[in-house]
């Protein structure tokens, strides 16, 4: 290589190089996050893609336990509502297959601040599924004893 070539070759990196730091981290995360917050401002259930094949677990029955079941089965998914209830469980799914006929949604007892309900719960399960591939932890954990 010529001293020419080698020249013109080191002033164009120097000058990718200034290009990249005037450009600087936080003005890269301020555009992601500018396009980001866009996109959610807008954002609706009907914008979930397809789950089809894949097993969702929300917990809580009611209020947003309950819609994000709901959107998961609209989007074909297969829906596992988990809650200390079976009655408000039982409730929750036959709401999702009155919106869903064609819906696959069961109820699972849970109760999050009881280890040991955690750990039935996840024994049925792994004895049911093959896999868990969405986690949707919305319920609250209630602890009764705590002062």
């Known amino acids: 290589m010529n001293q020419l070539s080698e020249t013109t070759g080191e002033h164009r ?17 301020a555009d992601k996050n500018e396009e980001r917050s866009r996109m959610l401002k807008n954002w609706i259930s009907r914008d979930v893609p ?3 094949g894949r097993t969702a677990i929300v917990t809580g029955t009611d209020g947003l336990g ?3 079941a709901l959107a998961f089965a609209r989007a074909g998914g297969d829906v596992i509502v988990a809650g200390r209830n ?4 039982a409730e929750a799914v036959a709401r999702i297959r009155k919106s ?3 819906a696959t949604v069961a109820f699972e007892l849970l109760d999050l601040g009881d280890l040991a309900s ?6 049925r399960l792994n004895a049911k599924r093959e896999s868990i591939d969405v986690l949707i932890n919305n319920a609250g954990v ?3 004893a705590a002062p």
Do not use: K, W
């Not at 990196?13 to 981290?25: E, F, G, K, M, Y």
């Not at 955690?118 to 024994?123: L, R």
């Open 13 to 29: 990196t120097r000058s990718v190089l200034h290009d990249l730091q005037a450009i600087s981290a936080p003005t890269l995360c």
């Open 50 to 52: 397809s789950q089809c």
């Open 66 to 68: 309950f819609e994000s």
């Open 86 to 89: 079976p009655a408000r469980g």
């Open 100 to 102: 869903i006929p064609s």
């Open 118 to 123: 955690i750990a039935a719960c996840g024994d």
């Open 142 to 144: 209630n602890d009764a």
